[in-house]
């Protein structure tokens, strides 16, 4: 009998822990982990802006029963994703804005009952490449379950994240890099233009089609303009030969 009453006074115990502790917990978390990545902020930010992309380095690809469907647009705004597994259960993930090449939120949602929140990423290019912060902000944590997941999410997520961005780091280094683009502003100058599209094939033929056109535009400015001015220039002849 003793010990069972000892028993049951740890199962209260638990029990009142379980139950008073999460009344001290936040209903919001935030994790959040950095990288540097010798990659153009483009490169890295497409892979991020696709949730399609995410199978190629996402750390929650883990679960090999994984299911997911994609919708809306392949990248950008309205993207996403839904997903069920066995160890990642069901959520979905949706691109909310998205700012090339600097910014992305996205939000999350857990099954009935398990919360939500925002994810974000932020892109700020330096000399080696680019500074990559990934932060995912858990929100409205219901108590008493999804409050001790939130303070466990903590300790959990941070190590899965920083292996996401090491993996997008080392995938997008890998990846052909476009080049630096420069604008740079100019006089402006009068040109002709005639707007025209062909294939590599077809090339040769259009440069010989348009310039043909621009000379005959040309070649008419020029008899219009020594028509108008001949005039002028057999009274001049005129005005010196009787001089």
């Known amino acids: 009998m003793k010990v069972l009453k000892i028993l049951a006074v740890i199962i209260l115990i638990l029990v009142a822990a379980y139950l008073i502790v999460p009344l001290f917990l936040s209903d ?7 990288e540097n990545m010798d990659a153009k902020p483009e490169v890295v930010f497409r892979q991020v802006n696709s949730l399609k992309n995410w199978v190629n380095w996402s750390p929650f690809e883990a ?4 299911k997911n469907k994609f919708s809306g ?15 990642a ?3 979905t993930m949706e691109i909310m804005k998205s700012e090339p090449y600097t910014y992305i939120q996205n939000k999350i949602s857990f099954a009935p009952g398990q919360g939500g929140g925002n994810g974000s990423w932020n892109f700020e290019p330096n000399p ?9 902000h858990l929100q ?25 961005l090491n993996d997008l780091r080392q ?33 040769m033929e259009m440069f010989e089609r348009d310039y ?3 000379m005959t535009y040309v070649m008419k400015k020029i008899y219009r303009l020594q028509v108008s001015i001949l005039p002028f220039i057999i009274t001049g002849i005129r005005k010196a030969t009787q001089g």
């Open 28 to 34: 919001n978390v935030v994790i959040r982990a950095e």
């Open 63 to 66: 679960d090999t029963t994984l």
């Open 171 to 203: 995938l997008t280094e890998k990846m052909p890099q476009p080049p630096d683009v420069k604008i740079i502003e100019v006089e402006t100058i009068p040109s002709l233009v005639v707007p025209d599209s062909t294939t590599i094939d077809g090339m």
């Open 140 to 164: 409205d944590l219901s108590y008493p379950h999804a409050r001790w997941m939130g303070l466990m999410m903590q300790s959990v997520l941070a190590p899965m994240m920083e292996k996401g």
């Open 212 to 214: 043909n056109k621009l």
């Open 128 to 136: 080696e490449g680019v500074h990559v912060t990934w932060s995912i």
């Open 89 to 91: 259960g069901q959520g």
């Open 73 to 87: 647009p392949d990248r950008g705004v309205g993207c996403k994703r839904e997903w069920d597994g066995e160890q």
